[in-house]
């Protein structure tokens, strides 16, 4: 894993230190080199940069960027099949110089072309040019893994894997996109291929793009789609051989991850996603596998000990650390410099935590993210199966009363629930629940934080609702059910644009690479095809993994109630985070900004001070936004 920008100047004013400001910026994704390649064509001024964080092929031959015959390339990632590749090509007449994959796909995009891109199993954002063709080629991978951003503004175009590096160039124009602004404060990440600057995207996920320098000329195509798989017919195979055949695949997934040449390690929190890594791989290996955690004092978030008793169970080599509040706390400042974007997941800082530990020991850490994407884990896929329905059911008008008397008592207030992990949360999502019509609809419900008609109140600027995979329709009739279509959904934006920045950001923020076993695309191909009924089955929420799980570890370690890798937010709003939350939503601060309407931030802080505990992730986003706009913006 590593860092890449670079540049298309049309003008021809860009220069080699520009090309090494921008570059400079990702020194924390790839601590262990760098290379510039700066070329003045014909057409444009061409730039090209890399940081380097030696994984695979820790001698020169797998410095980039990479030059053969008339391609240069610099590429983020891992192709992990990149030897069975190698060989194909061998056969083809190609001859090698180096181990590293990067060679590998530059041979095969020679060979092959844009169709190489088919035969890639790994994570991966590289750019391709072509000096023959006069083309610039860069692509993502299928699920989103590795992140690319771009621009194409005053006749230069830019590409990196994070922000900053755009920020560096003169020619890019920093103006807020209020869109994404918008669209921040609903889901409390920018959905792709939206950007929070003006003229700037992400490159969505399977999909690549092409620019040809003659014409300026920019096409981006789709190469994969996962609707492809969800609308085939379903697999007509009982479930125990479901089950068997799934464990097969994700060994198959989970042993391509530890290709490597230097030191591997899992991250274990004790839920079934990562306990199935873990134990798959620790079966498979003759040594011990590392394997680190990180744990809370309170133990109503603290699942360290669940972890500890998997890894006894197992045989790893495990590391677990009970962080302090203050290390937790001491995260948030530093947060917007990593994230680039506004970003709301407070399920940010245990990842940096516990990807600072795991650098201590190892290169490249396993995580297994995607498990409920893919396997229908989420709760609220139970919700909507189980009371869709039956919400729907319920005439306009009185839904849309329980809902206004939801919004009159406070959550704090209700005996028994009141105490249960993420109900204050909850609480206020059911009432937006209670409002909408449809499936997806509600789905969507359940993913917002604040409606539509909140932004309105909130932003003084007009804005527009943004397109995004929320609004596809492309699971055919033939194959819809309610938790398929969600599950199509969330893989295409929550697990996108929320957990792989998370996970992205936080293991580069220590420069430890990231890797995805549930996000082999082999994986949510054989997935989407099985029946539903195989992965929410009986009651029972991602059942195939939890029986793979029970192969290999007693049901009565596995079996508790879902948790989350949370964090206090709640409690450190009103107290330690307080004097943050009274500087940025001051009507002073607020006033010299500009951008929201003061006396609805000063209400909603207001009334989460006075025992609304359900207003806490609102507030949250807010300061969120806040410190983001200070780092970046000021």
């Known amino acids: 894993m590593c860092g890449i920008t670079g540049f298309v100047d049309f003008q021809n004013k860009s220069t080699r230190s520009v090309l090494q400001q921008m570059n400079d910026t990702l020194h924390h994704r790839g601590p262990d080199g ?4 700066f070329v003045q064509q014909p057409l444009a001024v061409v730039g090209m940069a890399h940081r380097r964080l030696s994984i695979i092929d820790l001698s020169e031959g797998g410095k980039q960027p990479k030059q053969y015959k008339h391609f240069t390339i610099t590429f983020n990632g891992e192709i992990y099949n990149y030897n069975e590749i190698k060989k194909e090509l061998a056969v083809l007449g190609h001859q090698f110089n180096s181990h590293s994959d990067t060679e590998v796909l530059l041979h095969s995009y020679e060979e092959w072309g844009t169709k190489a891109v088919d035969k890639l199993i790994g994570m991966f954002a590289f750019v391709i040019f072509d000096a023959a063709r006069n083309e610039l080629f860069c692509c993502r991978d299928r ?16 590409f990196a894997s994070e922000l900053k590096a755009l920020l560096q160039h003169p020619a890019f124009d920093k103006k807020i996109n209020m869109d994404a602004v918008a669209s921040f404060l609903q889901f409390g990440y920018v959905p792709h291929p939206h950007c929070i600057y003006q003229q700037t995207s992400k490159l969505s996920p399977g999909h690549h793009l092409t620019l040809n320098l003659a014409s300026k000329e920019m096409v981006i195509n789709q190469y994969w789609n996962v609707y492809d798989y969800y609308n085939k017919p379903k697999l007509t195979i009982d479930l125990n051989e479901a089950i068997t ?3 097969a ?5 989970c042993q391509y991850r530890m290709v490597s040449d230097v030191p591997v390690g899992i991250f274990l929190s004790g839920g079934y996603d990562s306990s199935v890594v873990t134990a ?16 809370f004092k309170d133990d109503g978030i603290n699942e360290a000990h669940h972890a500890k008793a998997v890894a006894q169970h197992l045989g790893t080599d495990h590391y677990d650390y009970i962080c302090t509040e203050k290390e937790a706390l001491d995260i948030v400042p530093t947060l917007p410099y990593y994230y680039d974007e506004p970003f709301a997941d407070s399920s940010a800082i245990p990842t940096t935590l516990v990807s600072n530990m795991a650098k201590q020991q190892v290169t490249v850490a396993i995580s297994a993210d995607a498990g409920d994407e893919v396997f229908a884990g989420y709760n609220r896929y139970e919700y909507l199966q189980k009371f869709g329905g039956k919400i729907q059911s319920m005439p306009w008008f009185a839904r849309n009363a329980l809902s206004g008397l939801m919004s009159k008592v406070d959550a704090d207030a209700i005996p028994i629930l009141r105490t249960k992990y993420l109900f204050h949360s909850r609480y ?9 019509p449809d499936d997806r609809k509600m789905n969507l419900a359940l993913s917002k934080q604040f409606t539509e008609q909140d932004v309105t109140k909130l ?16 699971l055919s009739a033939e194959t819809y059910d309610v938790i398929s279509s969600i599950m199509a959904i969330d893989y295409q934006t929550y697990l996108v644009d929320d957990i792989m920045q998370k996970v992205d950001r936080a293991t580069m923020t220590h420069s430890l690479e990231g890797r995805e076993p549930f996000l082999d695309h082999r994986v949510i191909e054989w997935a989407a095809q099985l029946p539903t009924s195989y992965k929410y089955h009986k009651g029972i929420t991602k059942y195939i993994l939890k029986e793979i799980a029970h192969r290999y570890i007693p049901k009565d370690i596995m079996e508790r109630p879902k948790m989350g890798f949370g964090v206090p937010v709640n409690n450190w709003l009103v107290n330690e985070l307080r004097p943050l ?13 500009g951008i929201f309407n003061t006396q609805y931030v000063v209400d909603l802080k207001a009334a989460f001070y006075k025992g609304k505990k359900e207003k806490a992730e609102k507030i949250w986003y807010l300061l969120m936004f806040q410190l983001w706009f200070e780092q970046w913006m000021t």
């Open 34 to 37: 760098e290379g510039l390649e």
């Open 143 to 158: 699920a989103g893994v590795k992140p690319f951003f771009y621009s194409f503004q005053n006749d230069v175009f830019l």
């Open 245 to 247: 055949q799934t464990e």
């Open 249 to 253: 695949l994700l060994i198959s997934a």
């Open 280 to 295: 798959l791989l620790q079966h498979q290996s003759s040594t011990k596998l590392k394997t680190f955690t990180i744990g």
């Open 428 to 436: 206020e999502k059911v009432k937006q629940l209670l409002l909408e």
């Open 459 to 474: 932003l003084k600027q007009s804005w527009t609702s943004v397109s995004s995979a929320f609004d596809s329709n492309e």
């Open 581 to 593: 939350v009274d500087h940025y939503l001051s009507v002073e601060y607020l006033a010299k900004q």
